[in-house]
């Protein structure tokens, strides 16, 4: 395959090529049909650049950009628990807009000072970058989504450190865009409200509060001890996810179980694509639930 590419390369386009002559190459693959049937990926990279090009044309022209981080989250939760965490919900958020892809998870966030350190950076996994680091580099990610097309931006993020540094970063491209058609868009409530309402949830609804702390970076609404989840009256225990991350002993999925409707119940090994039927049936949407599950089913592998 790679002698192939070699021998129908154009020597005219080396790097003593002419501007004129790039960008005709450029105009040339512009215009070329993709040869492959389409791939119905959300994510931005498992996509070709054709298909990028396609689904723009279509219409996708909202582009997600998800802010995670590799931190100390504690003895139960891996370093990169906020990536996780996004690699679940980028392409759930991108699916109910229905234009809209994700690009990759920035990983890459402040975490504290490096030397000397402060914050996560006095334990070992964390990576942290610069402040100004950072928007720079959400600055440049959606300048180059917005040079292919994209009209609207959207940053969210995962962690409580990235939420200053995006804001900034949408402010300043929003500066830079007037009067373009685009726009950045920074969503706070991604992140704050959405833990407000899980802690009130957890202690009106469940019954269950955090107590002492421990001191560790992680919480009871995303540490599930090893084996089980919370202990809830009148709730059987199942077989827990060890610490959140997909590693070989994380047979199962962490849950959060609180009683069921009757006859919706937890498989005796749950797995993460369980979560969203499940969740269907508790509130009533058997169908949904049915069509979700037979529409994976008929997937074909990837």
Known sequence: MGLALLAGADPAIGQGA???????????????PNPLTASDSVWIAELTYMEVRDRIAEGTTTAIVPTGGIEENGPYLATGKHNVILHAMCPAIAGELGNALCAPIVQFVPEGDIDPPSGAMFFPGTISVRDATYVALLE???????????????????????QRGMKEAAGNLNAHWR????????????????????????????GVSEGESDGHHDDIWVTAREGHEFEVA?????????????????????????????????????????????????LGLQEQALELITSRNAAPPR
């Not at 002419?18 to 070329?32: F, G, I, K, Q, T």
């Not at 440049?140 to 995962?158: A, C, E, K, Y």
């Open 18 to 32: 002419s501007p004129e002559v790039r960008m005709e190459r450029v105009r040339r693959l512009m215009a070329e």
């Open 234 to 282: 009148e709730t059987s225990l199942h077989a827990g996810g060890s610490h959140g991350a997909l590693n070989r002993d994380d047979s199962t999925a962490p849950l959060i179980v609180a009683g069921l409707p009757e006859g919706v119940t937890v498989p005796e090994f749950p797995r993460t694509i369980d979560l969203a039927p499940l969740c269907l049936q508790a």
């Open 179 to 206: 009067n373009t058609g685009a726009r950045a868009h920074f969503v706070e409530e991604f992140y704050t409200t959405g833990w407000d309402e899980t802690e009130k949830y957890t202690e009106e609804v469940l």
């Open 140 to 162: 440049d990610i959606g300048g180059s989504l917005r040079q292919h097309g994209f009209t609207d931006i959207v940053f969210i993020g995962d962690s409580g450190g990235n």
